[in-house]
């Protein structure tokens, strides 16, 4: 079985919701050296959901998962990010200005999904 890949940034804390719907929470934060390095995290696991289940959306309108993705300054300003799903990018065009950044990712889906997620990324073959 071919071990998960290192995760340095993101540590994800499940829960469900008792009617079928898992999300994993993480939140990162650093300095805005260390940029580069989240966002390919963020992008390796966001590729891997987009590969494995198509472009997220809204659970209600039958996407197979979802993802709330935000991102603020050291000082707690909003910024922008954005999951490009088609071009498997993370845009975040202030992020490089900042001195700190908390990166918040939240994704959701059927148990199956995240069990899946679980597997692919924590080592979690429950």
Do not use: I, N
């Not at 990010?81 to 059927?110: E, F, K, M």
């Amino acid at each position: 079985m071919k071990a998960p890949p290192m995760l340095d940034y993101l540590d994800f804390d499940t829960s469900d919701d008792g009617e079928g719907c898992t999300s994993l929470d993480a939140m990162a934060y650093t300095s805005a050296a260390h940029w580069p390095a989240l966002s390919a995290e963020v992008r390796q696991v966001l590729a891997w959901c987009s590969d494995a289940f198509g472009s997220p959306g809204p659970l209600d309108e039958g996407h197979a998962w979802d993802l709330d993705l935000q991102l603020q300054s050291g000082a707690g300003d909003a910024l922008a990010l954005l999951w490009d799903a088609q071009q498997r990018q993370l845009l975040a065009p202030q992020a490089a200005q900042q001195t700190a950044l908390q990166l918040s990712l939240t994704l959701s889906g059927p148990d199956p999904f995240a069990q899946q997620v679980a597997a692919q990324f924590l080592g979690d073959t429950e």
